[in-house]
T-cell receptor, first 113, second 116 residues
Framework: DAKTTQPPSMDCAEGRAANLPCNHS???????VYWYRQIHSQGPQYIIH???NNETNEMASLIITEDRKSSTLILPHATLRDTAVYYC??????????????FGSGTKLNVKP | GAVVSQHPSRVICKSGTSVKIECRSL??????MFWYRQFPKQSLMLMAT?????????EQGVEKDKFLINHASLTLSTLTVTSAHPEDSSFYIC????????????FGEGSWLTVV
Protein backbone atom coordinates (compact mmCIF):
# COMPACT_ATOMS: atom_id res chain seq x y z
CA ASP A 1 0.00 0.00 0.00
CA ALA A 2 1.09 3.57 -0.70
CA LYS A 3 2.76 5.22 2.28
CA THR A 4 2.66 8.78 0.99
CA THR A 5 0.19 11.64 0.92
CA GLN A 6 0.21 14.34 -1.73
CA PRO A 7 -2.14 17.18 -2.65
CA PRO A 8 -4.31 16.16 -5.61
CA SER A 9 -3.41 19.16 -7.75
CA MET A 10 -1.30 22.30 -7.92
CA ASP A 11 -0.92 25.19 -10.33
CA CYS A 12 2.33 26.89 -11.24
CA ALA A 13 3.15 29.77 -13.56
CA GLU A 14 5.53 29.03 -16.39
CA GLY A 15 9.09 30.02 -15.51
CA ARG A 16 8.47 29.94 -11.79
CA ALA A 17 9.59 27.27 -9.36
CA ALA A 18 7.16 24.45 -8.69
CA ASN A 19 7.30 23.06 -5.15
CA LEU A 20 5.50 19.75 -4.73
CA PRO A 21 5.09 18.48 -1.18
CA CYS A 22 4.85 14.90 0.00
CA ASN A 23 4.06 13.52 3.42
CA HIS A 24 5.59 10.17 4.40
CA SER A 25 5.25 10.27 8.16
CA UNK A 26 5.56 6.48 8.60
CA UNK A 27 8.78 6.15 6.64
CA UNK A 28 11.36 3.76 8.08
CA UNK A 29 15.04 4.49 8.46
CA UNK A 30 16.08 2.34 5.53
CA UNK A 31 13.44 3.55 3.09
CA UNK A 32 14.16 5.89 0.20
CA VAL A 33 11.96 8.63 -1.21
CA TYR A 34 11.55 8.46 -4.98
CA TRP A 35 9.85 10.85 -7.33
CA TYR A 36 8.43 9.96 -10.72
CA ARG A 37 6.17 11.80 -13.06
CA GLN A 38 3.68 10.62 -15.63
CA ILE A 39 2.75 12.66 -18.62
CA HIS A 40 -0.63 11.75 -20.05
CA SER A 41 -0.78 8.26 -21.55
CA GLN A 42 2.91 7.52 -21.03
CA GLY A 43 4.88 5.39 -18.60
CA PRO A 44 6.25 7.04 -15.45
CA GLN A 45 9.55 8.88 -15.79
CA TYR A 46 12.21 8.86 -13.07
CA ILE A 47 13.02 12.27 -11.61
CA ILE A 48 15.11 11.94 -8.46
CA HIS A 49 15.48 10.01 -5.22
CA UNK A 50 17.05 10.43 -1.80
CA UNK A 51 17.45 8.89 1.61
CA UNK A 52 18.08 11.73 4.05
CA ASN A 53 20.30 14.27 2.34
CA ASN A 54 19.00 16.81 -0.11
CA GLU A 55 19.61 15.87 -3.71
CA THR A 56 19.85 17.78 -6.97
CA ASN A 57 20.12 16.68 -10.56
CA GLU A 58 19.50 18.20 -13.96
CA MET A 59 15.76 17.88 -13.59
CA ALA A 60 14.95 18.81 -10.03
CA SER A 61 15.93 19.17 -6.40
CA LEU A 62 14.69 17.05 -3.54
CA ILE A 63 14.49 18.48 -0.06
CA ILE A 64 13.92 15.98 2.75
CA THR A 65 13.13 17.23 6.23
CA GLU A 66 15.46 16.31 9.04
CA ASP A 67 12.92 13.93 10.59
CA ARG A 68 12.32 12.48 7.09
CA LYS A 69 8.58 12.63 7.52
CA SER A 70 8.10 14.86 4.52
CA SER A 71 9.85 16.02 1.40
CA THR A 72 9.50 18.59 -1.35
CA LEU A 73 10.28 18.20 -5.02
CA ILE A 74 11.39 21.44 -6.62
CA LEU A 75 11.30 22.09 -10.34
CA PRO A 76 13.31 25.31 -10.48
CA HIS A 77 11.88 26.79 -13.68
CA ALA A 78 8.68 25.05 -14.66
CA THR A 79 7.75 24.83 -18.33
CA LEU A 80 4.51 23.80 -19.99
CA ARG A 81 6.07 20.40 -20.69
CA ASP A 82 6.33 19.80 -16.94
CA THR A 83 2.55 19.48 -16.74
CA ALA A 84 2.10 15.94 -15.46
CA VAL A 85 1.10 13.83 -12.48
CA TYR A 86 3.96 13.65 -9.97
CA TYR A 87 4.26 10.63 -7.73
CA CYS A 88 6.17 10.48 -4.46
CA UNK A 89 7.01 6.87 -3.55
CA UNK A 90 8.63 5.30 -0.53
CA UNK A 91 10.91 2.42 -1.45
CA UNK A 92 12.37 -0.13 0.91
CA UNK A 93 16.16 -0.35 0.89
CA UNK A 94 16.43 -4.03 0.11
CA UNK A 95 14.93 -7.45 0.32
CA UNK A 96 12.20 -9.04 -1.72
CA UNK A 97 10.08 -5.91 -2.06
CA UNK A 98 12.98 -3.67 -3.07
CA UNK A 99 11.85 -3.01 -6.62
CA UNK A 100 8.12 -2.94 -5.96
CA UNK A 101 6.53 0.46 -6.18
CA UNK A 102 3.16 1.18 -4.64
CA PHE A 103 1.82 4.35 -6.15
CA GLY A 104 -0.35 6.82 -4.30
CA SER A 105 -2.67 9.27 -5.95
CA GLY A 106 0.03 11.73 -6.96
CA THR A 107 -0.20 15.47 -7.60
CA LYS A 108 -1.42 16.82 -10.92
CA LEU A 109 0.82 19.80 -11.66
CA ASN A 110 -0.68 22.30 -14.07
CA VAL A 111 1.88 24.70 -15.48
CA LYS A 112 0.15 27.72 -16.93
CA PRO A 113 1.47 30.32 -19.38
CA GLY B 1 20.22 5.36 -20.86
CA ALA B 2 18.30 2.26 -19.93
CA VAL B 3 15.11 1.65 -21.85
CA VAL B 4 12.18 -0.59 -21.23
CA SER B 5 9.96 -1.16 -24.23
CA GLN B 6 6.43 -2.53 -24.48
CA HIS B 7 4.62 -3.99 -27.44
CA PRO B 8 2.02 -3.41 -28.67
CA SER B 9 1.41 0.16 -27.61
CA ARG B 10 -2.26 -0.18 -28.45
CA VAL B 11 -4.39 -3.26 -29.02
CA ILE B 12 -8.07 -3.89 -29.55
CA CYS B 13 -9.43 -7.36 -29.05
CA LYS B 14 -12.81 -9.02 -29.00
CA SER B 15 -14.44 -10.10 -25.79
CA GLY B 16 -13.53 -13.67 -24.91
CA THR B 17 -10.19 -13.70 -26.70
CA SER B 18 -6.71 -13.54 -25.20
CA VAL B 19 -4.14 -10.86 -25.79
CA LYS B 20 -0.41 -10.82 -25.06
CA ILE B 21 1.65 -7.79 -24.11
CA GLU B 22 5.45 -7.89 -24.18
CA CYS B 23 7.88 -6.01 -21.97
CA ARG B 24 11.55 -5.89 -22.93
CA SER B 25 14.58 -4.42 -21.24
CA LEU B 26 16.59 -3.17 -24.20
CA UNK B 27 20.08 -2.66 -22.85
CA UNK B 28 20.20 -4.47 -19.55
CA UNK B 29 19.15 -7.75 -17.99
CA UNK B 30 16.33 -7.86 -15.49
CA UNK B 31 15.69 -10.89 -13.32
CA UNK B 32 12.58 -9.20 -12.03
CA MET B 33 9.99 -7.13 -13.82
CA PHE B 34 6.71 -5.73 -12.61
CA TRP B 35 3.29 -5.30 -14.17
CA TYR B 36 0.92 -2.47 -13.36
CA ARG B 37 -2.57 -1.58 -14.47
CA GLN B 38 -3.95 1.93 -14.66
CA PHE B 39 -7.56 2.91 -15.26
CA PRO B 40 -8.37 6.39 -16.60
CA LYS B 41 -7.79 9.19 -14.10
CA GLN B 42 -6.48 6.71 -11.53
CA SER B 43 -3.05 5.83 -10.21
CA LEU B 44 -0.96 2.82 -11.15
CA MET B 45 -1.84 -0.40 -9.40
CA LEU B 46 0.79 -3.09 -8.98
CA MET B 47 -0.52 -6.39 -10.33
CA ALA B 48 2.33 -8.84 -10.11
CA THR B 49 6.04 -9.50 -9.97
CA UNK B 50 7.51 -11.36 -12.92
CA UNK B 51 10.44 -13.58 -11.94
CA UNK B 52 12.83 -14.92 -14.55
CA UNK B 53 12.77 -18.69 -14.58
CA UNK B 54 10.09 -19.07 -11.94
CA UNK B 55 6.45 -18.36 -11.26
CA UNK B 56 5.16 -14.86 -11.00
CA UNK B 57 3.87 -13.60 -7.69
CA UNK B 58 0.60 -11.75 -7.67
CA GLU B 59 -0.70 -8.94 -5.52
CA GLN B 60 -3.76 -9.60 -3.45
CA GLY B 61 -6.94 -9.56 -5.48
CA VAL B 62 -5.28 -10.14 -8.85
CA GLU B 63 -6.40 -13.34 -10.58
CA LYS B 64 -3.36 -15.33 -11.65
CA ASP B 65 -5.35 -17.47 -14.10
CA LYS B 66 -6.70 -14.33 -15.71
CA PHE B 67 -3.39 -12.54 -16.07
CA LEU B 68 -0.74 -15.02 -17.12
CA ILE B 69 2.83 -13.85 -16.76
CA ASN B 70 5.86 -15.49 -18.34
CA HIS B 71 9.45 -14.34 -17.85
CA ALA B 72 11.35 -16.72 -20.07
CA SER B 73 14.52 -14.68 -20.50
CA LEU B 74 16.44 -11.97 -18.71
CA THR B 75 15.15 -9.33 -21.11
CA LEU B 76 11.54 -10.34 -21.77
CA SER B 77 8.39 -10.66 -19.71
CA THR B 78 4.95 -11.20 -21.17
CA LEU B 79 1.50 -10.53 -19.76
CA THR B 80 -1.39 -12.44 -21.30
CA VAL B 81 -4.90 -11.29 -20.52
CA THR B 82 -7.02 -14.41 -20.97
CA SER B 83 -10.70 -14.45 -21.89
CA ALA B 84 -10.70 -10.69 -21.99
CA HIS B 85 -13.78 -8.70 -21.07
CA PRO B 86 -14.56 -5.01 -21.50
CA GLU B 87 -13.71 -4.37 -17.84
CA ASP B 88 -10.14 -5.50 -18.59
CA SER B 89 -9.75 -2.48 -20.83
CA SER B 90 -6.96 -0.47 -19.26
CA PHE B 91 -3.44 0.91 -19.58
CA TYR B 92 -0.90 -1.80 -18.72
CA ILE B 93 2.62 -0.76 -17.75
CA CYS B 94 5.71 -2.79 -16.94
CA UNK B 95 8.86 -1.86 -15.07
CA UNK B 96 12.32 -3.30 -14.61
CA UNK B 97 15.28 -2.48 -12.38
CA UNK B 98 18.75 -1.81 -13.70
CA UNK B 99 21.16 -2.73 -10.97
CA UNK B 100 23.99 -0.43 -10.15
CA UNK B 101 24.76 2.48 -7.91
CA UNK B 102 21.46 4.19 -8.59
CA UNK B 103 19.44 1.03 -9.01
CA UNK B 104 16.74 2.91 -10.78
CA UNK B 105 13.43 1.47 -11.84
CA UNK B 106 12.56 2.14 -15.47
CA PHE B 107 9.04 1.96 -16.81
CA GLY B 108 7.84 0.99 -20.23
CA GLU B 109 5.75 3.28 -22.39
CA GLY B 110 2.59 1.39 -21.54
CA SER B 111 0.10 -0.60 -23.59
CA TRP B 112 -3.50 0.42 -24.10
CA LEU B 113 -5.89 -2.53 -24.18
CA THR B 114 -9.43 -2.06 -25.40
CA VAL B 115 -11.78 -5.03 -25.26
CA VAL B 116 -14.86 -4.71 -27.42
Amino acid sequence: DAKTTQPPSMDCAEGRAANLPCNHSTISGNEYVYWYRQIHSQGPQYIIHGLKNNETNEMASLIITEDRKSSTLILPHATLRDTAVYYCIVRVAGGYNFNKFYFGSGTKLNVKP
Amino acid sequence: GAVVSQHPSRVICKSGTSVKIECRSLDFQATTMFWYRQFPKQSLMLMATSNEGSKATYEQGVEKDKFLINHASLTLSTLTVTSAHPEDSSFYICSAAKTGRRNTIYFGEGSWLTVV
